[in-house]
């Protein structure tokens, strides 16, 4: 609050008897509006840097604002607050109101890839095997049970060239929620066979005319 002081003049002031009486200026907070902006990542991650929008600062007053929110890495998938906090030495001018945003906790994706292969033409392929990756806070694949189905057209006989390795869920799960299973094939690449053409050592005595020659 801050004093209005009436001043008075004129020629006739004299004529009068003056009584002023003080007014009142009442200086009200501003309003200041502070928005924080909805996010999302993956069971597991790291948090995007946290963003939102600011409206009502005055006079490049010093107000700073900072956005946590409860989930951490190993908070399972959900949606979670994002809090603004303000702070400055100006703040007490200002009237604030905050509306929070969305965190939105995704499943990670858990990777089942076929592994790749190289073999000779003509020979067996190896036995079929995935990898997995994925897995976020220690966890690892004792959360998985069953077993995927994998296939190939890539047999003995084959030409040489690249083959698919066909992965499929099978009757694969994850016990935990916080993962989905997705599935990459792999190839199987057939190279050329070594064909060895060796020429067939001789022993003759000196004078003697070489035997036909010939390869094994």
């Known amino acids: 609050a801050y004093e209005i002081l009436p001043g008075l003049m004129g020629e006739a002031l004299t004529n009068y008897f003056v009584i002023t009486n003080v007014g009142t200026l009442t ?8 928005t924080a902006d909805n996010k999302s990542r993956s069971y597991g991650g790291v948090d995007p840097p946290f963003t939102g929008s600011v409206v009502g600062i005055l006079h490049n007053d010093a107000i700073e604002v900072a956005y946590t929110t409860s989930a951490g890495a190993a908070s399972p998938i959900g949606v979670y607050e994002i809090v603004p906090g303000v702070s400055g030495a100006a703040l007490g001018n200002y009237e604030v109101s ?17 592994d790749d292969q190289v073999r000779p033409y003509g020979q067996t392929n190896a ?3 995935v990898s997995y990756s994925g897995f976020v806070n220690g966890q690892d694949t004792n959360l998985l049970s069953g077993s995927v189905e994998l296939s190939t057209q890539a047999g003995t006989n084959s030409p040489v060239g690249d083959y698919a390795i066909e992965v499929g869920p099978g009757t694969l799960s994850v016990a935990d929620t916080n993962y989905t299973l997705g599935f990459f094939d792999g190839l199987i690449t ?27």
């Not at 009200?28 to 509006?33: E, H, S, Y």
């Not at 905050?98 to 076929?114: D, E, R």
């Not at 066979?193 to 004078?207: E, H, I, M, S, T």
């Open 127 to 129: 036995p079929l095997s």
């Open 27 to 34: 200086v009200t907070p501003a309003p200041l509006g502070v």
């Open 190 to 216: 057939v190279t050329q066979a070594v064909l060895v053409v060796k020429a067939d050592d001789q022993v003759r005595p000196y004078g003697q005319r070489n035997e036909p020659l010939s390869v094994s």
């Open 98 to 114: 905050v509306t929070n945003g969305l965190l939105t906790v995704t499943a990670a994706s858990l990777v089942v890839k076929a």
